[in-house]
């Protein structure tokens, strides 16, 4: 009986993981390596305290992928509660002062938790994805002989 | 071929994009609407003050309603037994829009809802004013005629650079 080639499903699945690994790296690395620097920078600052504040929320407001402002747990309640009570200060253009600085921190929680799950799935999906190279690889050389 | 593809993938996801846009929840219900009526005398006539104090909720996480306009809407089943308008300019995300509203109305147009709110014109003029503060959602609604629904980011930094 001749033995049936799966290579080519091998080889879409690993390219299709690996593309997927890949997005997910990108929307991880930009979060850790640009964004939350930033607003962390942002929210050392020891000089115009309210303005740099201001700008940390307007960066923090734009979720992360993996870490919305659209559905809350019950642990979540506190950031749904500073997303109401900073959009309310920034649209009024009233001051933030320090004493808000750990619910802004609390935002910049949530953001980095969701590039940690970005890039633990980001790894998930390069294992498997590895796992079909090697899987592909092995039927090649099988087909061969 | 190869533009043809480009083009439609860039359709479809400017088309994902407007079904997105337009996803924002809209407020079902009005939240602890509260009510007075009192008579008034202007100009040696009698007319009758309608106090109302309610609230409209925005549960969207990044939509804010601006230039929010309706009409409040008493109603009896199906009858409209009185409107009131309103005007908010915006509900943040997550936040509730206060209604301060007061109309004066005159007898034949307020009688009908003290009727619907259980009392009666001798009753009301005995006791100088009808107050309600929980009306079964049944006898009052809303209906928007105008509101634009924008970013709260794009709201926020037209703020942060209006004030700048």
Known sequence: MKKIDDSKIYLITAVTTLAVAVILAVVAYYSILSVEPKVEQLLSAKDNISTNYKKAYLILRDPQVFAGYSYFDAEGVSVKNSLAFFDKRVYNGEEIDTNRKAYLELLLERRKKGSVLTRNTMVFFLVLSLAFWAVFVQERRSSRR | ?164
Not at chain 2, 10 to 24: D, H, N
């Open chain 2, 1 to 164: 071929m190869k533009m043809k593809s480009i083009k439609t993938a860039l359709i479809a996801i400017l088309g994902a994009g407007l079904v997105f846009t337009g996803c924002a929840k809209m407020p079902e219900k009005l939240v602890s609407p509260t009510l007075k009526i009192e008579p008034v005398v202007k100009d040696n006539k009698e007319f009758y003050k309608l106090s109302l104090s309610t609230g409209i909720q925005n549960e969207n996480s990044d939509t804010a309603f601006v230039d929010l306009k309706g009409l409040i809407v008493f109603k009896d089943g199906k009858t409209r037994v009185l409107t009131v308008p309103f005007h908010l300019p915006i509900v943040l995300p997550f936040d509730t829009g206060i209604i301060e509203a007061e109309k004066t109305f005159t007898e034949s147009e307020i009688m009908p809802l003290v009727t619907l709110l259980g009392s009666d014109r001798e009753k009301l003029l005995n006791e100088k004013a009808l107050e309600r503060s929980f009306i079964d959602e049944k006898n009052i609604g809303f209906e928007l005629t105008g509101c634009e629904k924008k970013n709260i980011l794009d709201v926020l930094k037209d703020k942060v650079n209006e004030k700048n």
